[in-house]
């Protein structure tokens, strides 16, 4: 089966010598132009026991991102890639550093609210979905940062408070708040459309706090601006949802490939406003299965799912990378030793729940909403199970050149890198004795009212490799 690849005359040529090479590319989901690529529809419905390591580690990661500001002093950025929610606990904190967090842990929890939020959680009928999620972090953040200052202040680690908490502003918002799950499976059962109406209801309180932050912004000097001080402020409660997020499935990146090669927006778009070439790969077919070599090893071609909803992941049950031990300790185990029911994963029938968990990821890896549906894409992925794919470099794959059938020149290519393509062809025809590489032009159809493509003879640059005349 022809599959199609659109690349950039520069990706092909000067820029990453890709066809000199032989190179295909796997970009991260940030590189590539849907940012809904490989969402999940991640959903938190737990028991005490988690919910409460929940928060534990919400005010684990944030202390020590609040301790880290403390010794950076805005000499050094701090970002979401300081969340220490790692895979592995950390082992290079000492006894003390260790009681330190353990004093501001029992200072936030004293707080009765705080306390009592856990149950709160659990108690909530419907799953807690992102943006309540994050509402619940963001009332919970300025009870978290002042448990923090609290004991570092007590301790001498800073000589006075950078963020200022007023202890009757708190207690207004805790006496206005209530239990707010509560309120929340309330107003769920006094409305039909229940689930539809509390998620737009996140999505406007996340939207009216996104405009307070920008409000924010404005009044903010452009020396704060960027701030460790704001990150904690305005971004970490976001940034440490994300983070969750990465403790699920490893990291991926994919190769797009493409059915059509005729729809006209496809030129536009991924061959560059027509000046681009289309790379015609002869996939094989193993077992049922459309695949192609790369680095001498098959990978498998995914066809895209178009639809409206993505894959749902429960984000409790779906915690498996790490090992069972560190799981334990730090998501399932409750304060007097018990483990809680959501951990029975790890437990109980562990191969049907990770073949269902690996086939969740790979689902997600090949879901697109439906108005990507004209790209009638395929795609190649790698994940960082068991590689490293962090580096750039790692993530050329190599093809061998006898997968590649042909190409089409754009509507808009260049002679200059025809000639320069055309060239690079004839050496690796010559180098391997092939003589039936394919030459396409790309052109509209008025017929059609598409682009098709008409074959291109050169002739005189084959004549020495005895390529037969099309």
């Not at 999620?133 to 000589?159: C, P, R, T």
């Not at 206005?176 to 996140?202: I, P």
């Not at 190649?380 to 093809?399: C, M, S």
Request: hydrophobic fraction near 35%; glycine fraction near 4%; include cysteine.
């Amino acid at each position: 089966m022809e599959i199609y690849r659109f690349r950039k005359a520069k990706d092909l040529l000067d820029g990453y010598q890709e066809l000199e090479k032989q190179e295909i590319y796997f970009a991260s989901p940030e590189q590539l132009n849907d940012p809904m690529e490989g969402f999940r529809d991640i959903f938190w419905k737990g028991d005490e026991i988690v919910w409460r390591n929940m928060l534990k580690n919400y005010l684990f990661c944030l202390e020590h991102i609040y301790l880290l500001t403390v010794i950076a002093a805005e000499k050094t950025k701090v970002d979401a890639s300081d969340i220490p929610l790692f895979n592995y606990p950390i082992t290079n904190y000492s006894p003390q550093r260790f009681a330190i967090t353990e004093q501001v842990r029992k200072r936030f929890f004293e707080r009765p609210a705080m306390d009592s939020l856990p149950g709160q959680l659990a108690s909530r009928q419907n799953a807690i979905r992102r943006n309540e999620l994050l509402s619940h972090l963001n009332y919970v953040h300025n009870f978290a940062v002042k448990a923090i200052e609290d004991v570092y202040l007590e301790q001498g680690i800073i000589l006075s408070q950078n963020f200022s908490h007023d202890e009757a502003i708190l207690d207004n918002l805790v006496s206005r708040s209530g239990n707010l799950a509560a309120l929340y499976d309330q107003v769920e059962n006094e409305n039909e459309e229940k689930v539809d109406k509390m998620e737009l209801f996140f999505q406007v309180a996340n939207g009216i706090r996104q405009g307070a932050t920008l409000a924010a912004f404005a009044s903010t000097s452009p020396e704060h601006l960027f701030s460790n001080s704001m990150f904690i402020i305005n971004e970490f409660d976001k940034a440490f949802i994300d983070k969750l997020e990465t403790l699920l499935y490893p990291d991926w990146y994919s190769a797009s490939f493409l059915s059509n090669c005729k729809n006209s927006a496809i030129w536009g778009n991924y061959g560059d406003s027509h000046t681009g070439i289309c790379l015609i790969y002869e996939a094989d077919e193993i077992s049922g299965r459309l695949t192609l070599s790369l680095n001498n090893k098959p990978l498998t071609f995914q066809k895209v799912i178009y639809d409206k909803k993505h894959i749902e992941i429960d984000f409790f049950r779906s915690l498996g990378r790490s090992p069972e031990i560190f799981l334990e300790h730090t998501w399932y185990k409750g304060e007097n030793g018990s483990l809680s029911p959501f951990a029975s994963h790890l437990k109980e029938g562990t191969a049907e729940w990770r073949t269902k968990y690996w086939e969740n990821f790979q689902k997600s890896l090949g879901k697109k909403i439906k108005e990507w549906k004209y790209e009638k894409e395929y795609r190649l992925t790698i994940n960082g199970f068991l590689d490293n794919y962090t580096e750039k470099e790692d993530r050329k794959l190599k093809y061998d050149f006898s997968s590649l059938k042909g190409l089409i020149f754009g509507i808009n290519t260049t002679a200059l890198d025809k000639m320069k393509i055309i060239n690079i062809i004839k050496e690796k025809c010559r180098k391997t004795g092939r003589k039936d590489f394919e030459f396409y032009q790309a052109f509209y159809s008025r017929a059609t009212a598409q682009i098709e493509k008409q074959t291109l003879s050169v002739t005189n640059f084959f004549v020495d490799l005895n390529i037969p005349k099309h």
